[in-house]
């Protein structure tokens, strides 16, 4: 396998799960300004229940990944009900203690329930292995997985471009109080969308668990890619998400490859440069 | 308070700079683990160092609305200069502190520069991913550090060449709290100036600041220099007092923790960080004495009723209460 290919293919299935994983999270800041870091809680909250499912209950893959993604959502809607609609106006640091409380606490919940071990994940056997097409090393999984992220962004985009809801969402997050002024119920649609962002970071982390493995730390060591991902994309942009995450997914998984002294630092100096370059973020306009 | 008068401003300083009796009371209080609780000097001191660690990022986020998620970055670098000095063999403690101090100080001072630029989310990712940065830099350059193994082989001389570092921490605590009490009063001068009110003006509005005149930008990284420094000595005080120094003085943790201390006691007001540190710290060592596992369950469940009960933290609270008693009557 040429290694160009093989670090291209795997930097984009990895990519492909930071954009699943930070996506949410990208489109409630923009619309709220609410910085929510316990985005990633709803992330490992999917990948155990995949797991549970899966190993307690006998469920076969495909049939938790719908079950991931409604429990991170339903998980999200009673936070945002219980905590976070108090918050919207409060500072950027009170909105960031909060999650970060409710981070911690997610974290002592799932050792005390799971223990601190990785969770072993037995994938069906037609997603295992690899195959070879045009010379070319394909790892099954990381196919489905970008093939599922492409179908998801593909889904995502139209339905903000063509959908009434998609208008207001947009509509939001341009101008929330002009949005408001117009009649757009903003809250209402802020929780639908804060549970649909969720619910899709419950199925990245569903689907992360194969590839990175899960553990009670997931909820802090991928809340630091999303964080990087939103950032840079730019706020309440998912095309800008989606660039980052390539970008960033194909950066770090090419510095492991190539240069694996100072690999693991180039996702945060790629990430510094092109904050430092443009402080919204790639596709930000505030 | 005297109206309009041209000394105005110059009797307000005057009068925020007069001690108060709380203060002198709480700095005897500070004396007391020597006699109520000698075992617990081990614990004083880290809660002296963590305090020092608090109060300089209450100098950039009270005073100057600066979030940082990397604050470790500068507590590191103090902790492995003087962790290395010891190492190479010059284990004096008081010219390591200097030189510690110095090094965190120059790495604050050239940051500075990219932290003044920026606000908001884009500020808390980079000063984030530069703690990141520089904990990876760390780990791979183990030939100097020793990597994921920490530094090992450090020995701190006497203090003045007399006070032995002992083990039940006798000569830490005072000399941590010695070095706080220091810093603290150099803080708090620095925070009654009028460099310090101008501080308070950029965390209030930072964009007017420069529509009066003010340099913004310079008074930014000036104090973020010092808040740097004040760190390093931190952590230069961490890795003389324990005479180990590990990954984790960069770390995430650390900066989320020094956070978490300071909003405990309440920005902005020299004391929070203080408070905050010693509650939370002796809040950890009895919690982790029950299940250490399940330490960050308590500390989140706190972070939580901190931000839904004590916007301001304890010290908000309390200024709260005390003035709604005396209104009362």
Redesign the interface.
């Known amino acids: 396998m040429p290694p160009v290919f093989g670090v291209l293919f795997d930097g984009l299935a990895y990519g492909m799960l930071l954009f699943l994983l930070s996506v949410g999270l990208s489109v409630t800041l923009g619309m709220m300004n609410f910085v929510n870091l316990a985005h990633c809680s709803f992330a490992m909250l999917g990948g155990y229940v995949t797991v549970t499912l899966m190993n307690t209950l006998g469920w076969p893959f495909f049939a938790t990944l719908p079950a991931a993604f409604v429990a991170a959502a339903a998980a999200s809607v009673v936070l945002e009900r219980v905590f976070f609609r108090r918050f919207y106006r409060a500072s950027d640091l009170e909105q960031c203690l909060l999650t970060i409380g409710i981070v911690f606490v997610s974290i002592a919940a799932a050792a005390y329930i799971y223990g601190t071990d990785q969770q072993p994940l037995q994938l069906p056997s037609y997603l295992r292995g690899s195959f070879t097409f045009a010379g070319l090393n394909f790892a099954v999984y990381r196919l489905f997985l970008i093939a599922i992220a492409l179908v998801i962004t593909i889904a995502l985009v139209a339905g903000i471009e063509s959908t009434r809801f998609g208008a207001q969402v947009r509509a939001a997050v341009n101008n929330q109080r002009m949005a408001r002024g117009l009649g757009i119920n903003v809250d209402v649609l802020f929780a639908i969308t804060f549970a649909l962002g969720s619910g899709l970071a419950g199925l990245g982390g569903a689907l992360a668990v194969a590839m990175v493995g899960l553990d009670p730390s997931f909820a802090f060591t991928y809340l630091i890619y999303v964080l990087i991902v939103v950032s840079v994309g730019g706020l309440g942009s998912i095309a800008g998400s989606f660039a980052a995450a390539m970008v960033l997914g194909i950066s770090d998984i090419a510095g492991k490859y190539y240069v694996p002294a100072v690999g693991s630092m180039l996702i945060y100096l790629v990430m510094i440069v092109l904050l430092m370059w443009r402080p919204l973020g790639l596709f930000g306009r505030r | 308070m005297s109206g309009d008068t041209i000394g105005a401003p110059r009797d307000y300083l005057q009068a925020q700079i007069r001690w108060r009796w709380g203060e002198i009371v709480f700095w005897l209080a500070t004396l007391l683990p020597f006699v109520l609780t000698p075992s617990y000097l081990v614990l004083a001191s880290q809660i002296a160092i963590s305090a020092l660690f608090a109060l300089s990022l209450d100098l950039i986020?009270g005073f100057c609305g600066i979030?940082s998620?990397g604050h470790a970055a500068y507590f590191g670098v103090g902790a492995y200069t003087a962790g290395l000095l010891s190492k190479w063999g010059w284990g004096e403690p008081l010219s390591g502190l200097v030189i510690a101090a110095l090094a965190a100080g120059v790495f604050g001072y050239l940051t500075s520069f990219?932290i003044a630029?920026?606000r908001?989310?884009?500020l808390?990712?980079?000063t984030?991913?530069?703690a990141?940065?520089l904990q990876?830099?760390a780990?791979?350059a183990s030939w100097l550090t020793g990597g994921s193994d920490g530094l090992q082989g450090i020995h701190t001389w006497p203090i003045f060449g007399r006070f032995r570092f002992d083990l039940f921490g006798y000569t830490a605590y005072s000399y941590s709290l010695a070095l706080l009490f220091i810093i603290f009063l150099v803080a708090r001068r620095i925070i009654h100036s009028p460099f310090g009110l101008a501080l308070r003006g950029i965390r209030e509005n930072g964009a007017r600041m420069p529509a009066i005149g003010a340099a913004t930008r310079a008074h930014v990284r000036t104090i973020y220099t010092i808040a740097a420094t004040i760190a390093g000595i931190a952590g230069a005080l961490l890795a003389q007092t324990t005479e180990t120094v590990s990954l984790e003085v960069l770390g995430?943790q650390r900066s989320?923790d020094v956070?978490?201390m300071l909003?405990l006691g309440g920005t902005g007001r020299l004391y929070g960080g203080l408070v905050g540190a010693a509650v939370y710290m002796v809040a950890r060592d009895q919690f982790s004495g029950l299940n250490p596992?399940?330490?960050?369950?308590?500390?989140?469940?706190?972070?939580?009723a901190?931000?839904?009960l004590l916007?301001n933290g304890i010290l908000g609270g309390l200024s709260l209460f005390t003035r709604r008693a005396k209104e009362k009557p």
């Open positions: 986020l979030v998620l990219i630029r920026f908001h989310l884009a808390i990712m980079i984030l991913g530069l990141l940065l990876e830099v780990n791979s995430f989320a956070l978490v909003i596992q399940y330490w960050y369950f308590w500390i989140g469940l706190i972070l939580i901190v931000v839904l916007p």
